[in-house]
């Protein structure tokens, strides 16, 4: 039995719907609010989304506050987050059972399902966030791709 600490997941922000809850993921996003009163900072990346239907994680900050940087907070920021799922929001669905239907969702018209990364919303908190400074984007994508297809083919040819 391993009592060490849980190993982290290298995701897309744009796969943090597909996490547990539970998981223990590092991400990389950008700052487009952060709510002081609550400590929740809300990061974006619309990686395999289209622009205007992003994921959101909703990344609680509170355990973390003396640590950060003013910079980290500002609108336009592009930080690393390490943190922990918490919960997970799909679009439509709304909280403490307000949604239409056994399931709690509220289909709108032109809502879809599809499959991979998703528009929605996942909660994360967040046990360290730091700078990601001068990122190259379409590097960071094209180099998390690549790393996925070899951690994917590696735990299929291993199993």
């Known amino acids: 039995m391993n009592n060490g600490p849980l190993p982290t997941r290298i995701v897309f922000l744009s796969d943090l719907p597909t996490q547990a809850h539970g998981t223990k993921v590092r991400f990389l996003g950008c700052v487009t609010r952060y709510t002081f009163s609550t400590g929740v900072l809300e990061v974006q990346h619309a990686y395999h989304l289209p622009p205007n239907q992003p994921t959101v994680a909703l990344v609680d900050v509170n355990v973390i506050l ?94």
């Open 66 to 159: 003396e640590g950060l940087e003013r910079e980290d907070t500002q609108v336009g920021a592009w930080v690393n987050v390490l943190g922990y799922v918490e919960e997970v929001l799909e679009e439509g669905k709304r909280k403490r059972g307000q949604g239409k239907g056994k399931t709690g969702l509220a289909k709108r018209k032109g809502d879809r399902i599809r499959e991979g990364p998703r528009a929605g919303r996942a909660r994360v908190r967040a046990v360290m966030l730091w700078s990601a400074g001068g990122v190259k984007i379409g590097e960071y994508e094209r180099t998390l791709e690549e790393r996925l297809k070899l951690d994917k083919g590696s735990r299929e040819g291993g199993a």
